[in-house]
């Protein structure tokens, strides 16, 4: 008679983080990696009877460098995530870290954090930013490379527009897809921004998206830096230099609450 061998179960700490309702579970494994499958990431992403985030993040210690994963909540891997990095710099200043200038590497390049207050968290994108015109379904507009891609297009209705039919169209239209940027101007410093994220939908916010939204307004609406980037879930704040190699992303983050799961 053989015996039953019962499956290893791992419990694993997290906090539950959101930066203006762009919501994360956040897993730190810098002292013990973890193989985290697909499978796994949607059931906890499910909102009905899972954690529910748009995206989870990983944190991971790889020599003298800490290492950013993050995985939407289909279970595919993002480059980047503007939010969820600022939300790592909340989890790591609440860690007793000290995040001023503080370096995070990851798949869509190397940022750097700063955290002044939980309503003042800065991510820096030092990196080339790529840009050009691509029409898509016959509307104009701009791809954005922020290490994640990005299409941002004027919608004059914005409000009202149902977004979900041109974010498949997009969404076809790039062989990696695209997030998809609708803006609205409302003053030279001020746009208005609604985001349609690769793998997840449509949310109350997205850093790198509001990033994007930036960069290419200023052509597409005439706006320049600083710019007040106006979401579903609040107000971030867009800076950046002439050639748009060094764009801070600033605004709120805040922590849910800490809890464990078995993996």
């Given at each position: 008679?053989?015996?039953?061998?019962?499956?290893?179960?791992?419990?694993?700490?997290?906090?539950?983080?959101?930066?203006?309702?762009?919501?994360?579970?956040?897993?730190?494994?810098?002292?013990?990696?973890?193989?985290?499958?697909?499978?796994?990431?949607?059931?906890?992403?499910?909102?009905?009877?899972?954690?529910?985030?748009?995206?989870?993040?990983i944190i991971e210690?790889?020599?003298?460098?800490?290492?950013?994963?993050?995985?939407?909540?289909?279970?595919?891997?993002?480059?980047?995530?503007?939010?969820?990095?600022?939300?790592?710099?909340?989890?790591?200043?609440?860690?007793?870290?000290?995040?001023?200038?503080?370096?995070?590497?990851?798949?869509?390049?190397?940022?750097?954090?700063?955290?002044?207050?939980?309503?003042?968290?800065?991510?820096?994108?030092?990196?080339?930013?790529?840009?050009?015109?691509?029409?898509?379904?016959?509307?104009?507009?701009?791809?954005?490379?922020?290490?994640?891609?990005?299409?941002?297009?004027?919608?004059?209705?914005?409000?009202?527009?149902?977004?979900?039919?041109?974010?498949?169209?997009?969404?076809?239209?790039?062989?990696?897809?695209?997030?998809?940027?609708?803006?609205?101007?409302?003053?030279?410093?001020?746009?208005?921004?609604?985001?349609?994220?690769?793998?997840?939908?449509?949310?109350?916010?997205?850093?790198?998206?509001?990033?994007?939204?930036?960069?290419?307004?200023?052509?597409?609406?005439?706006?320049?830096?600083?710019?007040?980037?106006?979401?579903?879930?609040?107000?971030?704040?867009?800076?950046?230099?002439?050639?748009?190699?060094?764009?801070?992303?600033?605004?709120?983050?805040?922590?849910?609450?800490?809890a464990h799961i078995?993996?």
């Amino acid at each position: 008679m053989t015996k039953n061998r019962s499956k290893k179960i791992s419990k694993l700490d997290f906090q539950k983080l959101h930066g203006l309702g762009n919501d994360f579970m956040l897993l730190d494994f810098r002292e013990q990696a973890h193989q985290v499958p697909i499978s796994q990431i949607v059931e906890w992403a499910n909102r009905r009877t899972g954690v529910g985030f748009d995206q989870l993040i990983i944190i991971e210690q790889q020599s003298s460098d800490m290492h950013y994963r993050f995985f939407n909540a289909d279970g595919s891997e993002a480059e980047q995530c503007g939010n969820g990095q600022r939300a790592i710099a909340h989890y790591l200043h609440h860690q007793g870290i000290m995040v001023k200038d503080f370096k995070l590497t990851g798949k869509g390049g190397d940022v750097i954090l700063n955290y002044q207050d939980e309503d003042n968290i800065s991510v820096t994108f030092n990196q080339t930013i790529k840009v050009e015109e691509q029409q898509v379904a016959g509307i104009d507009g701009y791809y954005v490379s922020m290490g994640n891609p990005h299409w941002v297009y004027h919608e004059p209705q914005l409000t009202a527009k149902d977004l979900q039919p041109l974010s498949h169209l997009v969404n076809n239209h790039f062989p990696a897809g695209a997030n998809v940027e609708a803006i609205k101007k409302i003053s030279d410093h001020h746009i208005q921004l609604r985001v349609i994220e690769r793998g997840v939908g449509e949310t109350q916010a997205c850093g790198s998206g509001a990033c994007a939204a930036a960069i290419a307004s200023a052509t597409l609406l005439q706006t320049t830096t600083p710019l007040t980037v106006s979401m579903l879930g609040g107000d971030l704040r867009v800076s950046y230099d002439l050639a748009c190699d060094k764009i801070t992303l600033t605004g709120p983050a805040r922590a849910v609450y800490n809890a464990h799961i078995f993996l």
